[in-house]
């Protein structure tokens, strides 16, 4: 299932949709055999699991706790994960996936430019972290409590998007489109912009800044770091549509 190729673009972050390929990649461990079902109960399972761990954190929670919350019976459980490491692989298995799929396929018409390319990088991961919130902060927050080879996988998972914003910057420094010394820094400097808006929802919130003021606002910022203080026409931090085929 190519999320680029999905439309509308959002419905692939649907909870159902990200069970569905879940389901394809874990289907030789998954001991349930009609697909609708599977997916179903999948989502219950990992909407009790992110809902729980936000409460009171991965480590502290039960797999009775999860059969409860999710409605299954602790056998019903056991056909779809035989461990909490299971289960965290499955979550953020998904994480890692869709955010590599997604912004490793930018459109046509930004791929060689990469003002416009890093624009569409910002747009699109914020927009991406907005839809799978739960998601995201479950990855990020907990990472501290994984198991080692769990928290590995996390911080690799940053390391990748880095690597992507990385390469966008290489291209934007070897076109004389940006200014900088230090390409790999810079890429580790954005990252936490991008976090932001899902880590710390509740100060935005309060503050009254709305998703697409805070894509214009990372984008303005990114823009001026990158380009020495000047603003660029070619820049535009707020791109209409984000990926497509």
């Known amino acids: 299932m190519n999320l680029a190729r999905r439309r509308p673009w959002t419905n692939a972050f649907s909870t159902e949709a990200l069970c569905t390929r879940i389901l394809e990649r874990h289907r030789a461990s998954i001991r349930v055999q009609k697909p609708r079902i599977a997916v179903a109960n999948l989502a219950r399972i990992i909407g009790a699991t992110l809902t729980l761990s936000n409460k009171q954190g991965f480590h502290a929670t039960t797999l009775r706790q999860l059969a409860e919350a999710s409605g299954l019976s602790m056998g019903g459980l056991y056909t779809y ?5 299971r289960l965290l692989s499955m979550i953020l298995g998904e994480v890692a996936a869709t955010a590599t799929e997604v912004l490793t396929a930018p459109p046509d018409d930004v791929r060689n430019d990469a003002h416009r390319h890093l624009a569409w990088i910002i747009a699109t991961h914020i927009r991406m972290s907005e839809a799978m919130q739960p998601w995201f902060v479950f990855a990020f927050m907990e990472a501290k409590s994984f198991p080692p080879a769990e928290r590995q996988r996390a911080i690799d ?4 998007t880095e690597k992507i914003i990385a ?3 290489r291209q934007g420094v070897a076109s004389g489109a940006f200014a900088i010394d230090h390409v790999g820094l810079t890429a ?10 899902y880590v710390k929802r509740a100060k935005y919130r309060k503050r009254g800044t709305s998703i697409d003021g805070y894509i214009d606002g990372v984008g303005a910022f990114v823009n001026a770091a990158l380009s020495g203080g000047r603003a660029s026409a070619g820049f535009r931090p707020r791109p209409k549509q984000m990926a497509h085929p």
């Open 81 to 85: 994960i035989d461990s909490k490491p």
């Open 157 to 160: 998972m940053e390391a990748t």
């Open 167 to 169: 390469n966008v910057l």
């Open 188 to 197: 580790s400097l954005i990252k936490p912009l991008l976090q932001d808006w």
